[in-house]
């Protein structure tokens, strides 16, 4: 009797390790799904080409003027940041230079102006390459940028003044 058990656990030992090595061999060997080009994105800059549906030209097309757009824009954010830290120091001074200020206003002002049109050349350039329905998705998803970057409208808050009530008023 307990050799027919010590046979019995030999057998089931045998079979579980069997069926252990069929599907480690099952799963190692199988062949992969190829991936699909269009799975969601695992990096920013595969947001549009996914949302777009661009093919191979147009992601090539869009990747070639992202990068320019980008080797542009980088020197020109880093001095804006830059500017924008000298205005924030000059308005903490004691005693702050308006001079100096309206001259980093308008420095900053024109920086902002370049950036702007480097940004419509580059959204120019790849509505040139997009049909006109990627075209009208393109715009959307801008458009849906802007407003996360301005956040959401408050009531009234295009009719007032930002500087406060009673700015200018000179009676």
Do not use: C, W
């Not at 120091?89 to 702050?96: F, K, L, R, T, Y």
């Amino acid at each position: 009797m307990k050799k027919n058990l010590v046979i019995l656990f030999l057998i089931l030992l045998t079979i579980v390790n069997i069926t252990a090595l069929v599907t480690f061999a099952y799963h190692r060997f199988q062949p992969k799904p190829p991936m699909h080009p269009m799975n969601p994105p695992e990096k920013p800059e595969n947001f549009i080409r996914y949302e777009l549906g661009l093919n191979e030209d147009q992601a090539k097309q869009f990747e070639t003027h992202f990068n320019k757009l980008k080797t542009e824009m980088d020197p020109l954010l880093d001095s804006l940041r830059v500017k924008r830290s000298e205005l924030t120091e000059e308005m903490a001074a004691g005693v702050p230079d308006a001079d100096g200020l309206d001259r980093l206003a308008e420095e900053i002002g024109a920086m902002e102006v370049r950036l702007q049109k480097k940004m419509i050349t580059h959204m120019l350039e790849t509505k040139a390459f997009l049909n006109p329905e990627q075209q009208k998705k393109f715009f959307s998803l801008f458009k849906e940028g802007q407003g996360r970057v301005r956040g959401p409208a408050s009531p009234g808050r295009m009719d007032r003044d930002p500087r406060g009530p009673g700015y200018g008023d000179h009676r």
